[in-house]
């Protein structure tokens, strides 16, 4: 996201003597840019979009569609964000929601870059991977290609076991850098806390957290890019992911957080179904979402209970069993109260 946004100009004899509040050319330049985490699922596999750049200095090609607010052009933030992924991908966006703000210098600069500072807004974007939908450019891939660790739909992954566990127990015995400052909870308690080690529970929502600390211990090919000093120390980094370029990949542990936390809340998830579908299909979308597997009929009492589906009427045929009934979304339970999410609890998974 290193883009020329702006430029700063040369001060010349007629304005060395302005203030920066007479002339804001002056100052050191701002570029605002736009992202979008586009989130969907396929075949029972939660994915975003992303479209490929050039290998960066790691290898990474993967990016999320972004482009750069143009005040002239752009009537909102969100109107902008809507024409670049259009541009990009073909995409017509549905629902979206503005996700957070990421300023921090140094997550995507180069040595020595003198470029415009850029802060990036990332959006957070739900829809159906359903066809193209107009598709013309760009791939859905499975989020956890980037962050394996988050399915828990098998059981444990076997990447925490065996390559985040060791070394980020070994991290928290460092001392830590005078740079980072002092935290109030403990490296080796953040640690167990985040990765759900030594009998805590695995909390699914803390994917950014997970990811931020992966990147602070340098185990992920993202901190070596960025010269962080802990990732030089290693000899034996473990590739845990897919990198991104830039701060991508934080931006879609964020968006993966967000979307994990609302389902529960907001009826967003059926954003992400069909007009109509099973039951069946519904929980195993939200456990494709969430990581954990879920109880079957407590799902199903759950969702009927709230009053979040009504039946169609109809089935569907299923190859080897017995018709399925088709629900839809009931959209009167958003009149009803105020938060009508799909209030599941993960069974508790603890090491």
Not at 237 to 263: E, F, N, V, Y
Not at 269 to 295: C, N, R, S, W
Request: aromatic fraction near 8%; charged fraction near 30%; hydrophobic fraction near 35%.
């Amino acid at each position: 996201m290193n883009m020329e946004l702006s430029g700063r100009r040369k001060p010349t004899p007629e304005t060395s003597h302005r203030t920066p509040d007479a002339d804001t050319e002056l100052s050191p330049s701002v570029g605002i840019g736009l992202n979008a985490a586009i989130v969907a699922v396929a075949d029972n596999e939660p994915v975003a979009l992303v479209v490929r750049g050039e290998p960066d200095r790691i290898g990474a090609t993967d990016i999320l569609p972004f482009g750069p607010f143009d005040p002239i052009e752009h009537r909102t933030l969100e109107s902008g964000l809507r024409a670049w992924v259009h541009n990009q991908t073909g995409l017509d966006l549905g629902y979206a929601e503005q996700l957070y703000t990421f300023a921090d210098r140094g997550r995507h600069a180069e040595p020595d870059d003198a470029s415009p500072h850029v802060v990036s807004i990332g959006y957070l974007a739900l829809t159906q991977a359903v066809g193209h939908h107009g598709l013309t450019n760009g791939v859905w891939r499975s989020w956890y290609q980037y962050f394996p660790w988050e399915d828990w739909r098998r059981g444990r992954p076997e990447v925490i076991a065996h390559e985040i566990e060791p070394r980020i127990k070994a991290w928290a015995e460092k001392p830590s850098s005078p740079k980072a400052g002092l935290s109030p909870i403990p490296r080796a308690d953040r640690v167990r806390i985040c990765f759900g080690l030594d009998g805590m529970a695995w909390d699914e929502e803390k994917v950014l957290e997970r990811f931020e600390m992966l990147y602070e211990a340098g185990l992920v090919d993202e901190a070596l890019r960025d010269g962080r000093s802990a990732a030089r120390e290693w000899t034996d980094r473990p590739k845990l992911g897919l990198p991104m370029q830039s701060d991508h990949r934080r931006i879609l542990a964020t968006a993966i957080s967000r979307t994990r936390s609302k389902i529960k809340y907001r009826p967003v998830v059926f954003e992400l179904m069909p007009d109509e579908f099973t039951l069946y299909e519904l929980q195993k979308t939200v456990e494709a979402i969430l990581g954990p597997h879920l109880h079957k009929q407590n799902f199903r009492r759950l969702v009927e209970g709230a009053g979040l589906v009504e039946p169609t009427g109809d089935v569907k045929t299923r190859t080897g069993g017995r018709p399925a009934k088709l629900f839809r979304f009931r959209r009167e339970v958003l009149l009803e109260r105020p938060a009508p999410g799909v209030r599941v609890s993960a069974p508790p998974v603890r090491n």
